[in-house]
T-cell receptor, first 109, second 112 residues
Framework: KNEVEQSPQNLTAQEGEFITINCSYS?????LHWLQQHPGGGIVSLFM???GKKKHGRLIATINIQEKHSSLHITASHPRDSAVYIC???????????FGKGTKLTVNP | DVKVTQSSRYLVKRTGEKVFLECVQD?????MFWYRQDPGLGLRLIYF???????EKGDIPEGYSVSREKKERFSLILESASTNQTSMYLC???????????FGEGSWLTVV
């Protein structure tokens, strides 16, 4: 059983649409990362959060530790947002991450 | 900016060869990680190091070993490469206490 479930697995949107990607996890955690991976492999951390909400530009991430759920929102989506988005909670009290399978987002012009 | 550099971007090796994948980070991070990424399986942790000469097995350590002789460098070693080790390998580093993680660009290894 995968400890981290992301939905949807694939998402196609038109430029300008509001996007939501959800992440649910079964393990107790203290924080998690939202990661972005573009074709070609490189991964960057968009957010690390342990409570509430964080915002960077058009990206917003929220987390509810008690409900074991996090969401990533993209406002006014753009084709350059096309990528795979991965939810990655910290495993228990350790430094290790547990990874979701990712959500592949395609934004069409 | 933090930089995590993987020495080889694309490699083709023969079955049975010994393979070294090198990773260097420039931000004095304690933690370094090696992952592999395969379609449908996502990222899986091979080995983790939290200090020089310290290492911890991840989820899939079989067939791999690691070396961390200096804080900035973490090497992944495939003692005898096999075709099922064809994959994309990602190195990452982070500061202690669950800090932000930084990834390298990835190394695409093909074993023939």
């Amino acid at each position: 059983k995968n400890e981290v479930e992301q939905s949807p697995q694939n998402l196609t949107a038109q430029e300008g649409e509001f996007i939501t990607i959800n992440c649910s996890y079964s393990v107790g955690i203290s924080a998690l990362h939202w990661l972005q991976q573009h074709p070609g492999g490189g991964i960057v951390s968009l957010f690390m959060l342990s409570s509430g909400k964080k915002k960077h530009g058009r990206l917003i991430a929220t987390i509810n530790i008690q409900e074991k759920h996090s969401s990533l929102h993209i406002t006014a989506s753009h084709p350059r947002d096309s990528a795979v988005y991965i939810c990655a909670p910290f495993q228990g009290g350790s430094e290790k991450l547990v990874f979701g399978k990712g959500t592949k987002l395609t934004v069409n012009p | 900016d933090v930089k995590v550099t993987q020495s080889s971007r694309y490699l083709v090796k023969r079955t049975g060869e010994k393979v070294f994948l090198e990773c260097v980070q420039d931000m004095d991070h304690e933690n370094m990680f090696w992952y592999r990424q395969d379609p449908g399986l996502g990222l899986r942790l091979i080995y983790f190091s939290y200090d020089v000469k310290m290492k911890e097995k991840g989820d899939i350590p079989e067939g791999y070993s690691v070396s961390r002789e200096k804080k900035e460098r973490f090497s992944l070693i495939l003692e005898s490469a096999s075709t099922n080790q064809t994959s994309m390998y990602l190195c990452a580093s982070s500061l202690g206490d669950r800090g932000t993680i930084y990834f390298g660009e990835g190394s695409w290894l093909t074993v023939v």
